[in-house]
């Protein structure tokens, strides 16, 4: 009765109300707090072996291609087979992937082409989990339950983010990185687990006489079915464009901080650590403040707000400045690109549930996923080489900059200012 009581008086909980959402939901955060402690032990692994830059990006790009490239593929099979399937098997991929790189760093063989392979490896499951976790929570909540299901979804990830880049950090000074990718494939184990016992009701059968349904002529016209509905939907592709060349821009949050931490501000892996606790810190608090509101009013122009912020954040972090405010304001910055970029995805991922067909929910996520990472390999490629040769602060700067020329640009669309 306690527990309820509680979920009555915080609107965003309500979800778990739902017994399969709570296993699913359970799972997962431990798993999303596994990857966010690798994140820090990962650049910092790649920082030991390499001190490149560009090494960082190759390592990235080996990841993310298999990723952008499969995940046509990936909305597909969320849309024609057992979604939980789907992520049971994605869990099980990724978590021995991961349990390699600790086993490989443990013995001291770890080097630079096994992140590299085995980050190929991660990617390609992610490509078929990352469909399938969009497009399942229909199917776990009630219509009306889904802001609080994707409120609770980003506040796992926000709270991964939050401890995880700390606790990463904690392992990497203490005992090096290898005990950070250790605990990333322990979580794995556990979101498993709450996936093998939870029962989820099943997805309409696709005809057993629709010719779509056999065959690879039927996963090509799965596919153009769903690039069909995005096209005429320009809020969709729009977006999904912007977004795109927009994740060029931020990309040297993922390849350069580590170099601007070590290079320009002079700091260790704890200010690494930090600004990944602050992103998420930041992405919390939006995220309970949001979770909390019955209905969000002029959508389209409140999530390219939040997505105008993080890119002032962006410039903040490459402009010059003394040393000794530097940490304070990077940990300032970091915790605007939190709260902006929580206003955008809680935004963006409720609209795609509530007005996308079920049945078509899963390829339409795998086309807005591949669209928005179609150029970040492109983007880490070219930021790796653009930090080496002129400096983080630089790359900071103009990634921001073209990032919130494209956010304003897309507030001129009508149809994604009358978006609500």
Known sequence: MARFSYVRRVRF??????????????????????????????AWQVLILTRSGTAMGVVLIAETTPRV?????GGVVADRFSRRRVLLWSDAIRGVAVGTIALLGQMNLLALWHLIVLGAIFGLASAFFIPAYSSIPPQLVDAEQLPAAN?????????????????????????????????????????????????????SKIAQDDPRARGLGGVAADIREGLGYVMRSPWLWVTIAIASLGNVGWAPMQVALPKLIHDVYRQDVRLL???????????????????????????????????????VAVIALG??????????????????????????????????QE?????????????????????????????????????????????????LLLELFALTVPGIRSLD
């Not at 880049?165 to 494939?185: E, H, K, N, Q, Y």
């Not at 810190?281 to 997505?307: D, E, F, P, W």
């Not at 669209?371 to 921001?400: E, H, I, K, N, Q």
Request: proline share 6%; with cysteine.
């Open 319 to 352: 402009l010059p400045l003394p040393h000794q405010f530097a940490p304070t304001i990077a940990i300032a910055a970091c915790v605007m690109f939190g709260v902006g970029l929580a206003v955008f995805e809680l935004i963006w991922v409720t609209s795609l």
């Open 273 to 311: 650590g930090a600004t990944g606790t602050a992103i998420a810190a930041g992405s919390i608090i939006t995220t309970v403040l949001i979770g909390q509101a019955t209905r969000l009013r002029h959508r389209g122009i409140l999530a390219y707000g939040g997505l105008i912020f993080s890119s």
């Open 69 to 73: 490239l499969f995940l046509l593929l």
């Open 13 to 42: 909980a309500r979800a778990l109300r739902s017994r399969p959402f709570t296993l699913v939901w359970s799972g997962q955060t431990i798993s999303a707090l596994g990857d966010g402690v690798t994140i820090t032990a990962l």
């Open 151 to 203: 409120a609770l979804n980003g506040l796992s990830r926000q709270m991964s983010q939050l401890f995880g880049p700390a606790l990463g950090a904690a392992c990497v000074a203490l005992t090096g990185p290898s005990a950070a990718f250790a605990i990333d494939a322990l979580s794995f184990g556990v979101s498993a687990i709450c996936l093998a016992v939870v029962r989820i009701p099943p997805l």
């Open 355 to 403: 007005l996308v067909p079920p049945d078509k929910l899963g390829r339409v996520s795998s086309v807005d996923w591949v669209g928005s990472l179609a150029l970040l390999p492109v983007g880490l490629a070219l930021v790796g080489v653009l930090t080496d040769r002129f400096g983080p602060s630089w790359v900071f700067v103009a990634g921001g900059s073209l990032t």
